[in-house]
């Protein structure tokens, strides 16, 4: 599955943005999904995940109560609402569909999106 992330940007600390994630060509529908970041010098981690029926949802504990992994409502198009941005959420953005729940192991990975985020 080819994805598309969108939806980046520069923001200030405090601020919100929200991220969408489509397929090219194919169907999100039958797939759990998520988003991972990997910030500058750092590796890839881990962000949140939401199941086929977008009833389940898997948060990492630094974005937990920050962040809202949904999907639309034809499924087809996974978002990332972050609130309360920090600097230290400054990172690429990746989607990926989910080939393993827990612990989240990515199959398709998306090209990324910079989220900015200023003090």
């Known amino acids: 599955v080819q994805l598309q992330a969108s939806g980046g940007g520069l923001v200030q600390a405090g601020a919100s943005l929200r991220l969408s994630c489509a397929a090219s060509?194919?169907?999100?529908?039958?797939?759990?999904m998520g988003w991972f970041r990997q910030a500058p010098g750092k590796e890839r981690e881990f962000v949140a995940a939401?199941?086929?029926?977008?009833?389940?949802?898997n948060y990492a504990d630094s974005v937990k109560g920050r962040f809202t992994i949904s999907r639309g409502n034809a499924k087809d198009t996974v978002y990332l609402q972050m609130n309360s941005l920090k600097p230290e959420d400054t990172a690429v953005y990746f989607c990926?569909?989910?080939?393993?729940?827990?612990?989240?192991?990515?199959?398709?990975w998306g090209q990324g999106t910079l989220v900015t985020v200023s003090s």
């Open positions: 990926v569909s989910l080939i393993k729940w827990y612990p989240p192991m990515a199959r398709d």
């Open positions: 060509g194919r169907t999100l529908r039958g797939y759990n």
């Open positions: 939401i199941n086929v029926s977008g009833g389940t949802t």
